[in-house]
């Protein structure tokens, strides 16, 4: 088992940053390839950015490439999301997310194996 807990979330004006963090626990955490994705209120689920289980491979989805940075820091099992530039259509809720299988969860955004709970972002003026 895996917990996934995500924190750093809130209000930000358009063009302000903010840095999410999902702090892993249990059982090998640094065995899994992390990812966050959003969702806003009546849409689709979106992968956001995705990083491997050794932190050497990054994958970001087209409406934050050039604004956002994932990283990870293996030593205290916590996976970054630095996002810069940040517009209102950024607002939504926003998943960590844990797999075994990288390819799966970076390249398709599927076969997630843990969800965190969620937390919210809203930009707005």
């Known amino acids: 088992q895996l917990q996934l807990v995500e924190s750093g979330g809130g209000l930000v004006q358009p063009g302000g940053s903010l840095r999410l963090s999902c702090a892993a626990s249990?059982?090998?955490?640094?065995?899994?390839?992390i990812a966050w994705f959003r969702q806003a209120p009546g849409k689709e689920r979106e992968g956001v950015s995705c990083?491997?289980?050794?932190?050497?491979?990054?994958f970001y989805g087209d409406s934050v490439k050039g604004r956002f940075t994932i990283s990870r820091d293996n030593i205290n099992h916590t996976v970054y999301l630095q996002m810069n530039d940040l517009k209102p259509e950024d607002t939504a809720t926003y998943y960590c997310?844990?797999?075994?299988?990288?390819?799966?969860?970076?390249?398709?955004?599927?076969?997630?194996?843990?969800w965190g709970q969620g937390i919210q972002v809203t930009v707005s003026s």
């Open positions: 990083v491997s289980s050794g932190g050497r491979q990054t």
């Open positions: 249990g059982f090998r955490p640094d065995n899994n390839a």
């Open positions: 997310a844990a797999a075994h299988l990288e390819y799966s969860l970076c390249v398709k955004w599927s076969n997630v194996d843990y």
